[in-house]
């Protein structure tokens, strides 16, 4: 059963990210499904700490971006908002270069609180973090 009531553009999506982090990162929205977003961000210069790998909190970065997304489309035709609660990853393989995709898939959906799980893997498919991100609905402020 899809999450969200309409189907989601890839185009606005990846417009949200002008002059934001994911500019600054080149984190890039490749598909929504009917309950998942999956994302892609480079591992660069960007992206490396000062040992030549992907930095973690890129990795979280890129975690939280495709959770919030989808939170967002989940309550597009609401009028509440979402905003992230907390967040939290283990990094589990260094990634050095080529691209990581996350994929986010909800593991809760409730009226005050989403949960969402969002795997990252590096070019070969292979698990290099897994994070789980809480996000908090926020209901729309009555008009006076």
Same mark, same amino acid.
């Given at each position: 059963?899809?999450?969200?009531? *309409?189907?989601?553009? =890839?185009? *606005?999506?990846? %417009?949200?990210?002008?002059?934001? =982090?994911?500019?600054?990162?080149? =984190?890039?929205?490749?598909?929504? &499904? $009917?309950?998942?977003?999956?994302?892609?961000?480079?591992? +660069?210069?960007?992206?490396?700490?000062?040992?030549?790998?992907?930095?973690?909190?890129?990795?979280?970065?890129?975690? #939280?971006?495709?959770? /919030?997304?989808?939170?967002?489309?989940?309550?597009?035709? $609401?009028? *509440?908002?979402?905003?992230?609660?907390?967040?939290?990853?283990?990094?589990?393989?260094?990634?050095? /270069? &080529?691209?990581?995709? &996350?994929? @986010?898939? @909800?593991?809760?959906?409730?009226?005050?609180?989403?949960?969402? #799980?969002?795997?990252? #893997?590096? +070019?070969?498919? #292979?698990?290099?973090?897994?994070?789980?991100?809480?996000? *908090?609905?926020?209901?729309?402020? @009555?008009? %006076?």
């Amino acid at each position: 059963m899809p999450l969200w009531a *309409a189907p989601a553009s =890839i185009a *606005a999506l990846q %417009a949200l990210g002008r002059d934001t =982090i994911h500019e600054s990162l080149g =984190i890039e929205i490749l598909e929504v &499904g $009917s309950d998942w977003v999956r994302g892609r961000m480079p591992v +660069d210069r960007r992206t490396h700490q000062p040992y030549g790998l992907l930095h973690g909190g890129a990795s979280v970065v890129l975690a #939280e971006s495709l959770g /919030s997304i989808a939170a967002g489309l989940v309550v597009a035709d $609401s009028g *509440a908002r979402v905003v992230g609660l907390e967040v939290n990853a283990n990094h589990l393989r260094a990634v050095r /270069s &080529g691209w990581v995709t &996350g994929t @986010a898939r @909800a593991l809760h959906i409730g009226r005050s609180t989403h949960v969402w #799980e969002i795997r990252i #893997e590096n +070019d070969a498919g #292979e698990l290099s973090c897994i994070s789980r991100l809480t996000m *908090a609905v926020v209901a729309a402020k @009555a008009q %006076a």
